[in-house]
């Protein structure tokens, strides 16, 4: 691998915000300030290096989260540009797992939007430091005290602030940089490449002197040393309030404010320098934890070369030059070309046969890729996302991602004979890229059906499978992913008896259900005193965890629901798994249907910003879609957030309806909250009894 570096002077970083806060456009500035790319892309240009799909660069919207490396001050910057619309959040699940740090983009004329604090609180469940970077101080409107309020409101109340702009909307021209006591003034004509470093403005020393003041203080709280230069003379050294910044940074004790303009090329040089200077290298974390494939034991993994290997399979891609690729997060040791490996998931051998190091969609090829970096894997046959691959003689299995369950789904077919088996093939793939897109059969239909987590989510994958998968097919309307839930308690019992000459079969068991609300799907055996031999408890339970795939009412998935087994009968010679499997699902839907089961829809939560002119429409076309108001609040100017539950079987097509009351100035985001019970009127018309 060239350019090795010391571990030390790795990091990897992912770039997080709201849809349109600038994510790609200041990972472009990055790229071009660090020598990676020649020229500067722009998303409206539909040009930049890491929006490479056709379908972000047609939309002007991040999907897929991308992967690249540049090199600043002979550090090593691992990126992952992730989506900012919340059908992808699976790509922003999966990037922070495997991330030491992330940068949180705000609008500073927006401020925090509604994906900006989802994606926040995904950083603060994997613990990962971050920099919030405020964004866009050049646009009329922007407003940097507010959109620090607004951080420190809504997402933490830890922020440090280590830079004040110079100038404001169209005045804005560089920063005032707090721990050095020094300014930077952005020259346009060279792209932002050069800036001068300048005094303190005389206009901002007595701001400039009370931020430092409120700094200082902070910062006391988390080291001794500056704690007495603080109280004594107030001299503190420079090169010990980095360190103490950056302390406090890693310990997720503090969270770094900087501001600058990305699309006039400003301030991106000093984010750099923060990221190089503030957040954590590979061996600034704790050393990664996860448990023995055997012994069920926890270990860890430090992050040096000299240890064992393992790494985290975070993403998987089709190539169309190197076909399956494996991203993979190194964690310990040193994985090399042609090695064999062990997944300790799957309890498989895997064959390294290519790696490859990616910039967006271009590759460079290596032979051998260390601790504390991500690295493209070719070939890897059984290999899926949140396996853990190992040193089979020092075997770990980390912990994987979890991802939300699909809300949305529609029927496809294919539209000739010929187009069949590449669609089955070409699904599968995309499955097999995306754990959020599911495919399955409806039996009754004879349709296969593809689910995913909103329209816009299926709309990019079916397009891709059209222009990347050259597949023709037939889309059908959007269904909801309805569920099944039981309201009472009940008991059955399952008798599977067969003779047919020679050996029969016998399996008898009876169990009880009920609600198990808000704690999914669980079996319990309390068989006692030998009834049933312990080996057939597994096929009980095999019986019932296929069962509850398909519900009494409408063979919707049956969630929230325990169930026991606490009796039933064997016969010594008839008796087997099968017919047990058997006994168990009859018992198990006859228990459900005398439970009282009902329906459950999804229900969305979503937040419009529109401008109070317009609330009056927004607000009625609300209450038409059997929608809950649960609050408005005011946002920048003019505009309102209305924060708004409603199912979402009434909100397909809420983005067309929505440009049309509000003359396209509103905007909205949705994101699945919880399942509820579907209303009996509704619930007829949905399992056709009403016609």
């Known amino acids: 691998m060239s350019r090795e570096l010391d571990i030390n002077r790795i990091r990897n970083i992912g770039i997080v915000a709201h849809i349109d806060a600038g994510k790609t456009t200041i990972t472009e500035r990055i790229l071009y300030y660090t020598g990676k790319t020649y020229k500067i892309g722009n998303v409206d240009e539909g040009n930049t290096e890491m929006d490479w799909m056709s379908q972000e660069r047609a939309r002007g919207i991040t999907i897929t989260a991308a992967a690249t490396t540049c090199f600043w001050k002979d550090y090593r910057i691992n990126i992952i540009d992730t989506p900012g619309h919340v059908d992808f959040t699976a790509e922003v699940e999966r990037s922070l797992r495997v991330l030491d740090s992330a940068i949180g983009i705000f609008s500073a004329v927006e401020g925090v939007e509604p994906q900006s604090e989802t994606v926040w609180r995904q950083a603060d469940r994997y613990k990962v430091p971050k920099i919030a970077f405020i964004n866009k101080m050049d646009r009329i409107g922007s407003d940097f005290y507010r959109t620090v309020d607004m951080i420190k409101n809504r997402l933490s109340d830890r922020i440090i602030l280590l830079q004040l702009p110079i100038g404001k909307e169209e005045t804005f021209k560089g920063v005032v940089d707090l721990v050095e006591e020094k300014a930077y003034i952005w020259d346009e004509e060279s792209l932002g490449a050069k800036y001068n470093e300048i005094p303190v403005p005389d206009d901002m020393k007595e701001i400039v002197k009370e931020k430092r003041e409120m700094l200082l203080e902070t910062l006391s709280h988390f080291n001794d040393e500056l704690l007495d230069k603080y109280l004594h003379d107030h001299n503190v050294d420079t090169n010990l309030l980095k360190k103490v910044i950056r302390q406090a940074t890693n310990n997720n004790q503090a969270v770094p404010v900087i501001c600058g303009s990305g699309f006039k090329n400003k301030g991106i040089q000093k984010l750099l320098d923060c990221i190089v200077d503030y957040l954590p290298s590979p061996l600034d974390v704790p050393p990664i934890e996860g448990i023995h494939p055997h012994s069920q034991k926890i270990i860890s993994r430090k992050a040096e070369e000299s240890a064992s290997f393992a790494g985290l399979a975070f993403k998987l891609m089709s190539d169309p030059y190197v076909g399956k690729l494996t991203y993979l997060r190194i964690y310990s040791g040193i994985l ?125 994958l079916i397009d891709r499978l059209i222009k990347e998968f050259n597949v023709a097919a037939n889309i059908g309307k959007p269904h909801v992913a309805y569920r099944e839930t039981i309201t009472k308690s009940s008991t059955a019992e399952g008798k599977y008896i067969k003779q047919t000459g020679g050996r029969g079969q016998y399996g008898h068991v009876l169990l009880k259900v009920e609600p198990h609300a808000q704690k999914g799907y669980e079996f319990e055996n309390n068989i006692k005193g030998g009834v049933l031999p312990r080996e057939y408890i597994p096929s009980i339970k095999k019986g019932i965890d296929e069962s509850i795939r398909n519900g009494t009412l409408g063979g919707y998935p049956i969630i929230d629901v325990k169930v026991t087994v606490y009796d039933g009968s064997y016969h010594p010679e008839d008796s087997s798994d099968i017919a047990f499997q058997i006994a168990a699902s009859q018992a198990f839907h006859e228990a459900i249907n005398k439970a009282k089961p009902i329906l459950l829809e999804p229900i969305m939560s979503i937040e419009v910003v529109v401008p109070e002119n317009y609330m009056g429409e927004v607000i009625s076309d609300m209450n038409t879609r059997r929608s809950k108001i649960l609050g408005i609040e005011h946002g920048v100017g003019e505009m309102r957030l209305v924060k708004v539950e409603a199912p979402l079987s009434e909100m397909f097509g809420y983005a067309t309806d929505l440009r049309s009351v509000t003359q396209g100035r509103a905007t909205y985001s949705m994101e699945f909250t919880c399942y509820q019970q579907v209303p009996s009127g509704i619930m007829d018309k949905i399992l056709g009894k009403v016609a």
């Not at 690295?375 to 396996?387: C, E, R, S």
């Not at 070409?426 to 890229?433: D, F, I, V």
């Open 336 to 460: 090399e070309k042609g090695s064999l490996v062990y997944n300790a998931t799957k309890d498989k051998n895997e064959r390294i046969q290519r790696l490859l190091l990616m910039h967006a969609n271009k590759r460079q090829e290596v032979d051998q890729v260390t601790a504390g970096n991500i690295v493209a894997i070719v070939g890897l046959k059984h290999t899926t996302t949140g396996d853990t691959l190992a040193d089979k003689k020092h075997p770990i299995i980390l912990e994987s991602m979890k991802f939300p369950e699909p809300v949305i789904s529609v029927s496809i077919e294919p539209k000739t004979q010929k187009d069949q088996d590449k669609l089955i093939l070409s699904l599968g793939k995309l499955a097999e890229e995306d754990p959020t897109f599911q495919v399955g059969f409806n039996e009754e239909t004879s349709q296969t059906v593809i689910s995913g987590m909103g329209e816009l989510h299926l709309e990019i």
